[in-house]
């Protein structure tokens, strides 16, 4: 079974930290949650983005997730891969040069990486994906191709694989996104 990193931070969207999180576990890996400046027990506060009909999405309060791993601890080197949920966290993690650093790892070392919906920005910002196909939150894709990607316009409900990089647009893709990751770990 794979160890798996999580990085996330406060107003994560919930489903996309929460439902990955728990699945991975159940499938039997171990998969170690981190927030710079958090250690283990400590939590992140979550949003629950909601498509409604409006021009994009709401956002709600979700729950309290805890961390279980310290971030200042963590070495990329001992993870077989990465998973980065959206929401409002990759927006301020980016500007995290240790973040950015880990993040690169995992491609550098051609290790699996799950991305979704926000996450691409992190992606971006770790200078990760020119020449990768990346799908993400609609909003995010002018800095997918800013960073050199091609964007994958597809359904909320689809991901799309690229060598070891799976992305999705929102949590209804989970079904497929979590598929697609689970088949390279």
Same mark, same amino acid.
Not at 27 to 51: L, N, R, S, W
Not at 63 to 92: S, W
Not at 120 to 141: H, I, N
């Given at each position: ?32 949650? #981190? ?47 990465? #998973? #980065? ?17 880990? #993040? ?82």
């Amino acid at each position: 079974m794979a160890k798996i990193l999580m990085i996330t931070g406060d107003f994560t969207e919930d489903y996309e930290t929460m439902v990955p999180f728990q699945c991975l576990l159940a499938c039997g890996h171990t998969v170690d949650a #981190v927030c710079p400046g958090k250690t283990a027990g400590e939590t992140v506060k979550t949003a629950i983005h909601d498509f409604e009909g409006d021009q994009t999405y709401s956002e709600k309060p979700g729950h309290n997730f805890a961390l279980n791993a310290d971030f200042a601890a963590t070495d990329p080197a001992d993870y077989d891969a990465l #998973v #980065v949920p959206g929401g409002r966290a990759p927006e301020y993690l980016r500007l995290d040069p240790k973040v950015r650093a880990m #993040v690169r790892h995992f491609f550098d070392a051609d290790k699996p990486v799950a991305a979704i919906c926000h996450g691409a920005q992190l992606l971006s910002a770790a200078g990760v994906l020119a020449g990768r196909t990346c799908s993400a939150y609609p909003a995010c894709s002018y800095e997918v191709t800013a960073a050199g990607g091609t964007y994958a316009d597809i359904a909320v409900t689809e991901a799309v694989t690229d060598g070891k990089l799976v992305t999705a647009p929102a949590w209804p893709a989970h079904p497929s996104w979590l598929r697609q990751f689970m088949a390279l770990l």
